[in-house]
């Protein structure tokens, strides 16, 4: 049942996928990243959609911490879901990926007209002026921005240490920062297609204000990241 499931979500996502290439030729005539943004958030709907309906859903909680300007979300990384899901759970959003996803088919199109903040990882300090540049463009625009610190994929349970581009995000653009914290790992692990049943929880935790002291900010961000992911696991075992 599992391997049909799986199936299911991949046949019908290379299918929804195929139909959102044929609008290419439109929004590369019409230029308007604001509009591609739009519509990529459309398509993320149509994944979520697709993702309930082989018995996948989500839920939010801590809504209430989003704050209404532009701020740098901060997630942990269990899964492909929070990649596809951020347009959906972060709107407008300027997330900060590596620099091979703008090569992926289709998607890494949308991707890169949208644009995203592309860093690429053997590109020393131009790669983090690049992401300080872009970071500040995308921040002024009103636009919310995202990083996972962990730098991939990592299973349910692992910690793991953060990045510092975290940090010099973080002090370079004096923005409040939102850790929002998922447990997908569970029902889609990381480089896998195996989709289990259930319902993954992704949680808004209250801001961590700008100006504080490295030490101080790293600490309250990774404390505050896995004891909610620790927690959010722990809670869906303990039903199962």
Known sequence: MARLRSSIFL??????????????PYFAWLDRPTATRRFSRFWAGGVMAILRLVGLAYRTIGEENRPPEPALYVGNHQSAFETIAAAVLIPDVAIVLKEELYRIPVF???????PMIAID???????????????REASEAGRNLLIFPEGTRRAVDERAEFHRGVLLLYKALDLPVVPVVNNAGLYWPARSFSIRPGTITVSYLPP????????????RLTEAIYEERDRLVAQERGQS
């Open 121 to 135: 990882r053997a590109g020393g300090a131009s790669s983090v002026k690049k992401m300080f540049r872009e970071g």
């Open 108 to 114: 890494g199109w949308f991707l890169k007209r949208s």
């Open 208 to 219: 961590i204000p700008p100006g504080l002291p490295d030490k101080e900010f790293m600490a």
């Open 11 to 24: 046949v019908l996502l290379v299918l929804w996928t195929a139909l959102l290439a044929l609008t290419i």
